[in-house]
């Protein structure tokens, strides 16, 4: 498996930095994304916090959520400022607090104003401009609809299209069951890589197994994963890759950020899968949720997890 046809989705209160930085350890050609972050958050807020991010993270592109162009445009310039490979427009979540400002799904319905702010970014950005959407949207199911939607976005320039084999429900579902409820249609996105055979189409949406991702790698250019990935990060391990190699450099990671005044269990929370279906995930678990480890800020205790986790493994062997 190509590992550079992988992406991790963007995910609200997971892919932060420093899961993305863990990521990165078990995949280094893998493209990682920012949570959404709206124009908002970026023309009136720190930027420096929602944007920095470490260099070993690279491959990884900014997640915008906004409806405006010029404001989109002008977000893009800092992304690409502090270093971003790519910018990714948010035109696939269903919250009611997106659609309150007008962008997410919602956006499938206005093709033309998705193609006026791919084009303003583009006007003012050198580095790839992507779009990640649903297939349709409430009771639309018809694939035209996504096929439209997918031509006009494309003459503003966008050459990927991520697409969440789903529709969105924008009334009377949670964010949490608009990614479970509707069906998954992964001939939809199949078709659109055979009617686009010029774009790149990267698949996502309920893809949890390496068999999956090879299936649908045989149709489209890539797979993105979401809660698979985070759960079961191994499942992105490339091949040569030991667990206990990836914690000894998560140990380095966590003293530098002690230096910042990082808490310790704002990186830890992110490697809870690391052991995932193994006998020993419990056990891995247990000790890095160690509310009285957790509170001594040391990173000496993920060592600590890996050798209880290494010792019980030996005992079984």
Not at 21 to 45: D, K, P
Not at 130 to 136: A, D, E, L, M, Q
Not at 188 to 208: M, T
Not at 283 to 288: A, G, S, T
């Amino acid at each position: 498996m190509d590992s550079r046809k992988l992406r991790v989705a963007p995910m609200m209160d997971w892919t932060d930095r420093h899961c993305r930085y863990f990521l990165r350890q078990v995949n280094s050609r893998a493209r990682l994304y920012t949570e959404m972050i709206t124009t908002g958050a970026l023309i009136h807020g720190d930027v420096p916090r929602h944007l920095a991010f470490s260099e070993e993270e690279h491959p990884v592109a900014l997640q915008l959520g906004g409806s405006e162009a010029d404001e989109l445009a002008r977000c893009a310039v800092i992304g690409a400022r502090y270093g971003y490979d790519e910018i990714n427009l948010n035109i696939g979540c269903p919250s009611e607090r997106v659609q309150k400002g007008a962008f997410g799904a919602c956006l499938m319905a206005e093709p033309s104003l998705v193609a006026d702010c791919v084009r303003a970014i583009r006007d003012r950005v050198n580095i790839p401009v992507t779009v990640k959407h649903r297939i349709g949207i409430d009771a639309i199911q018809d694939y035209e609809f996504l096929r439209r939607f997918v031509a006009t976005v494309s003459e503003a320039g966008c050459r990927t299209f991520i697409v969440h084999a789903r529709n969105a429900i924008l009334k009377g579902l949670s964010p949490k069951e608009n990614r479970e409820v509707p069906p998954l249609k992964y001939d939809y996105v199949h078709r659109l890589k055979r009617d686009f055979p010029q774009l790149e189409i990267v698949i996502n949406g309920g893809i949890a197994s390496h068999e999956q991702i090879e299936s649908h790698l045989q149709q489209v250019d890539g797979v993105m994963l979401g809660r698979a990935a985070y759960h079961d990060p191994w499942l992105l391990a490339e091949p040569g890759l030991t667990r206990a190699g990836v914690v000894r450099r998560m140990v380095d990671y966590c003293f530098l950020q002690q230096q910042k005044k990082v808490p310790l269990r704002s990186i830890t929370r992110h490697m809870l899968g690391l052991y995932h279906g193994e006998r020993r995930a419990r056990l891995w678990r247990r000790m890095l949720c160690d509310p009285e480890r957790l509170e001594r800020n040391d990173p000496r205790l993920l060592l600590d997890a890996l050798e209880m986790v290494e010792r019980e493994a030996r005992m079984a062997a």
